[in-house]
């Protein structure tokens, strides 16, 4: 009886463990329906999902789009009733399936038609970029960002360019790519730091790679109201110390689908 029990064990654990290593090895993604319906992934090397469990839609519009005030800067209007802002900056750090992204067009071309749109993303693996075309979550310029990634349109870059959007994906380390953006025009007026999570993925939380955030944000120009700001979805003291070492005002995020605030910064 005990000795069977044991060779249970035994067996279940070589079972779990050569699963676990034959889809790293062969990049088997495991994909999650989330309580919004919109699907995520399972990582198995950082054993985190993608998104939060409650809704990964969800969570790109309330932790990220909402968090960052995305639809008060773009519907801004002067007193003729026109828009202040005709264009609009987001870096996506971490892009994943792009949901984020997406989400964040949605909102800004429902508000403001006409508005410019850059987007610079940084991620590392193709494997999770290779999911995209798999899906077709309820995003209504989630075929742009299949458009993206369509082709590498040079070496380890990915580029769209419409009409008034232009998406350009650096496909590397984040704490190299980063800095590639710092002797360039381009500032951002939003950030979307979405790694896996602190414990797990330490290396894109420490003040060093906030700094490099930071010193690609775009500088307060007018009003407050213009900060540029950063949005995240952990509220862990280690990110809020070292978001305010690198400059960043630190403030509460929205709460969603727990307990725990997300994390907003500010370049005051
Ligand atoms: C939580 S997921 C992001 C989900 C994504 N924002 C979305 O909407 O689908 C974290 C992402 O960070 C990426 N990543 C991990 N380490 C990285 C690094 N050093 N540089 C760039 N991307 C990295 C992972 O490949 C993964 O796609």
């Not at 790109?60 to 773009?74: H, L, M, P, T």
């Not at 909102?107 to 749109?117: F, H």
């Not at 007018?222 to 305010?244: D, F, G, H, Q, W």
């Not at 960043?248 to 907003?264: C, L, Q, Y």
Request: hydrophobic share 40%.
């Amino acid at each position: 009886m005990f000795l069977s029990f044991v060779a249970n064990k035994l067996i279940f654990l070589v079972k779990t463990k050569t699963l676990k290593y034959y889809s790293i090895y062969f990049q088997i993604m495991k994909q999650i329906t989330t309580n919004d319906n919109s699907i995520t992934y399972h990582n198995e090397e950082y054993d985190e999902t993608y998104h939060s469990t409650s809704g990964a839609i969800e969570e790109a519009q309330k932790k990220f789009v909402e968090a960052c005030e995305i639809r008060e800067f773009v519907g801004k209007k002067d007193n003729n009733g026109k828009f202040v802002h005709n264009s609009i900056s987001i870096l996506d750090v971490c892009f994943g399936l792009g949901y984020n992204t997406a989400v964040a067009i949605d909102n800004i071309l429902g508000i403001n038609p006409d508005c410019k749109i850059i987007v610079v993303a940084l991620e590392n693996d193709p494997t999770i970029l290779n999911e995209i075309n798999k899906l077709n979550p309820k995003i209504n310029s989630f075929p742009i960002i299949k458009q993206l990634i369509s082709k590498l349109a040079s070496n380890n870059e990915y580029e769209v360019n419409l009409n008034n959007i232009k998406i350009l994906l650096l496909l590397d380390d984040a704490r190299e790519t980063i800095k590639t953006l710092q002797n360039q025009e381009i500032k951002f007026n939003f950030c979307f730091l979405d790694p896996f999570s602190p414990k797990k993925c330490p290396e894109l939380w420490t003040e060093e790679f906030f700094k490099d955030i930071f010193a690609v944000m775009a500088d307060n120009s007018s009003s407050p109201e213009n900060n540029s700001k950063l949005a995240t979805y952990s509220c862990a003291r280690i990110v809020r110390e070292n978001l305010a070492k690198a400059g960043f005002t630190v403030k509460d995020g929205p709460i969603v689908g727990r307990r725990s605030p997300g994390t907003i910064g500010v370049k005051e």
